[in-house]
């Protein structure tokens, strides 16, 4: 949930968990007892996150010890998909940046690295990663500060584990090499572990969460974004708001293929079945409901959150439209209807079917948004092209109306009326609400930097038409 809103700010979960870890390290500095000059780090899991980033990011770390997290970016998105919010930087695989970059970046720091065979994280991968730091440090002349301690058994920070790092510290950081190995250990009790006096940080006086952080920088953001359309003219801020999102202007859209199978006759009306291909490897199934009735209305370019099919069947509102005169082109964008993929359990609850693809998309730098409004945007140039010189009307119902507003914003001109239902009101209304459901799919890194979706939508002006407009988690929104 901090990632979903992180993200608009164009930050990410890992920059506050970075900066924690950073300032623990000023803390220990501070402390008599501690050799500023020696400190280590480790961590496990999460925590083996938190270790990579530090121990590439920090020149106090002497030493570091990472367990079950480094792998590489195509093992792990290949078995699991993309993984927690603070392990995906923005564009990290777009700048060519995989888990082995974490090991070299601050060569010949000594790092060991503790895998396990049964990991979710793919030791594959992990091994790859090491082969790449092993050669560096090698030919850096410092072979010796590089190793790998693999423990077969599952995702863990055992006691095979825990000698390792211990001997790799003492190693390091006390020039220390006998073997130590782990005495039997009295845990604390539950109640001793506890640094507070109820167990919650947030119990305590004038204690912040980091949803109330981001929510204090989206204050600042929204000052400044009124400031800025209040003083740039629309095509410059069209400008920002295509670059952000990665949208192509209609010239540098490629020419769709498109593939008619059958057709299906109903009274007053046929329905044709497509599959549209906006791009190598992307197919849009897509119902094309053309009326029997001559000369024909305006034509309506329709996407439902659910699919095509959801307002397809006879009586419903596809053929109530159709019916009126017009031709209607239903389409399922990428991820939606037939196009969306039925194997992904990423904290579905949350974040719906879609949540490994939009972040393997995210360390791409690319975002949903802008896909899918580049699919909207072939649709309807596609759309005026079989029907010359007939208005195009945008009918967009659930998450699917942010790209379908996006689309509309950049490219006004392809489109007579934009009818929107079910739209997030805001993208701040997810920082202010903090949880939210299905809204990671609408997330664009940064954009709140430069625009909101209210932004957006007074350049359509009375072209656009929303209705039924809905909070991060679903409620009717309260429109100003």
Same mark, same amino acid.
């Given at each position: 949930?901090i990632?979903?809103?992180?993200i608009l700010?164009?930050?990410?979960t890992?920059?506050?968990?970075?900066?924690?870890?950073?300032?623990?390290?000023?803390?220990?500095?501070?402390?008599?007892?501690?050799? &500023?000059?020696?400190?280590?780090?480790?961590?496990?899991?999460?925590?083996? +996150?938190?270790?990579?980033y530090?121990?590439?990011?920090d020149?106090?770390?002497?030493?570091?010890?990472?367990?079950c997290y480094?792998?590489n @970016?195509y093992?792990?998105?290949?078995?699991?998909?993309?993984?927690?919010a603070e392990?995906?930087?923005y564009?990290?695989?777009a700048?060519?940046?995989?888990? #082995?970059?974490?090991l070299?970046?601050? &060569?010949?720091t000594p790092?060991i690295?503790?895998?396990?065979?049964?990991? @979710?994280?793919?030791?594959? =991968?992990?091994?790859?990663?090491?082969?790449?730091a092993?050669?560096l440090?090698?030919?850096?002349?410092?072979?010796?500060?590089?190793?790998?301690?693999?423990?077969?058994?599952?995702?863990n920070?055992?006691?095979l584990?825990?000698?390792? %790092?211990?001997?790799?510290?003492?190693?390091?950081l006390?020039?220390?090499?006998?073997?130590i190995?782990?005495?039997?250990?009295a845990l604390?009790? /539950?109640?001793?572990?506890?640094? +507070?006096p109820? =167990?919650?940080?947030m119990?305590?006086?004038?204690?912040?969460?980091?949803?109330?952080l981001?929510r204090?920088?989206?204050?600042?953001?929204?000052?400044?974004?009124r400031?800025?359309?209040?003083? #740039?003219?629309?095509?410059?801020?069209?400008t920002?708001?295509?670059?952000?999102?990665?949208?192509?202007?209609?010239?540098? *859209?490629?020419?769709?293929?498109?593939?008619?199978? /059958?057709?299906v006759?109903?009274?007053?009306?046929?329905?044709?079945?497509m599959?549209?291909?906006p791009?190598?490897?992307?197919?849009l199934?897509?119902?094309?409901?053309?009326?029997?009735?001559q000369?024909?209305? &305006? %034509?309506?370019?329709? *996407?439902?959150?659910k699919?095509? #099919?959801?307002?397809?069947?006879?009586? =419903?509102?596809?053929?109530?439209?159709?019916?009126?005169?017009?031709?209607?082109?239903?389409? /399922?964008?990428?991820?939606i209807?037939?196009?969306?993929q039925?194997?992904?359990?990423?904290?579905?609850?949350?974040?719906?079917?879609?949540?490994?693809?939009?972040?393997?998309a995210?360390?791409? &730098?690319?975002?949903?948004?802008?896909?899918?409004?580049?699919?909207?945007?072939?649709?309807?140039?596609?759309?005026r #092209?079989?029907?010359?010189?007939?208005?195009?009307? *945008?009918?967009a119902? =659930?998450?699917?109306?942010?790209p379908a507003?996006?689309?509309?914003?950049?490219?006004?001109?392809?489109?007579?009326?934009?009818?929107?239902s079910?739209?997030?009101?805001?993208?701040?209304?997810?920082?202010?609400?903090?949880?939210s459901?299905?809204?990671? %799919?609408?997330? %664009?890194?940064?954009?709140?930097?430069?625009?909101?979706?209210?932004?957006?939508?007074? +350049? *359509?002006?009375?072209?656009?038409?929303?209705?039924?407009?809905?909070?991060a988690?679903?409620?009717?929104?309260?429109?100003?």
């Amino acid at each position: 949930m901090i990632g979903v809103g992180s993200i608009l700010l164009g930050r990410n979960t890992a920059w506050f968990e970075i900066w924690d870890g950073m300032r623990g390290i000023d803390y220990l500095q501070a402390r008599p007892e501690v050799d &500023a000059e020696r400190i280590g780090c480790t961590g496990n899991s999460g925590g083996g +996150t938190q270790t990579s980033y530090l121990m590439a990011l920090d020149d106090r770390i002497i030493a570091a010890a990472p367990s079950c997290y480094l792998t590489n @970016f195509y093992e792990r998105i290949l078995e699991l998909g993309a993984q927690d919010a603070e392990q995906n930087i923005y564009g990290q695989l777009a700048f060519g940046m995989d888990h #082995a970059d974490y090991l070299m970046m601050r &060569a010949p720091t000594p790092i060991i690295i503790c895998a396990a065979t049964k990991d @979710f994280f793919n030791i594959e =991968g992990t091994w790859q990663s090491f082969r790449y730091a092993k050669r560096l440090y090698t030919r850096m002349g410092f072979a010796e500060r590089i190793d790998l301690m693999e423990n077969d058994a599952p995702h863990n920070y055992n006691k095979l584990q825990r000698q390792s %790092v211990v001997r790799w510290m003492a190693r390091w950081l006390l020039k220390n090499n006998q073997p130590i190995t782990e005495p039997k250990i009295a845990l604390l009790t /539950d109640k001793e572990v506890l640094c +507070t006096p109820e =167990g919650e940080v947030m119990k305590l006086k004038g204690a912040r969460s980091t949803y109330d952080l981001n929510r204090d920088y989206e204050k600042k953001l929204s000052q400044a974004r009124r400031k800025l359309w209040a003083t #740039a003219d629309r095509a410059e801020m069209m400008t920002r708001v295509r670059k952000i999102t990665g949208i192509r202007s209609l010239d540098g *859209l490629p020419e769709p293929k498109v593939r008619e199978l /059958d057709s299906v006759k109903r009274d007053g009306y046929a329905i044709g079945k497509m599959i549209i291909e906006p791009e190598d490897g992307i197919q849009l199934p897509a119902l094309m409901f053309a009326p029997d009735q001559q000369p024909r209305k &305006a %034509v309506v370019l329709y *996407l439902h959150e659910k699919g095509k #099919a959801e307002d397809a069947a006879p009586g =419903g509102v596809l053929e109530k439209l159709t019916k009126a005169g017009k031709t209607v082109l239903a389409v /399922d964008i990428r991820g939606i209807g037939e196009t969306q993929q039925s194997n992904q359990s990423y904290f579905k609850s949350y974040f719906g079917s879609d949540g490994q693809d939009v972040y393997t998309a995210y360390l791409l &730098a690319r975002s949903y948004v802008g896909m899918r409004a580049e699919d909207v945007l072939v649709c309807a140039r596609l759309l005026r #092209a079989q029907q010359p010189g007939r208005p195009v009307e *945008l009918v967009a119902v =659930g998450h699917v109306a942010v790209p379908a507003l996006h689309a509309a914003a950049l490219e006004p001109q392809m489109f007579n009326q934009v009818k929107l239902s079910r739209m997030l009101v805001s993208w701040s209304n997810i920082i202010e609400e903090g949880i939210s459901h299905g809204r990671l %799919v609408n997330t %664009v890194h940064g954009a709140l930097k430069t625009y909101d979706l209210p932004d957006l939508a007074r +350049t *359509l002006g009375k072209k656009l038409t929303i209705t039924n407009s809905q909070t991060a988690n679903g409620e009717p929104a309260e429109v100003k």
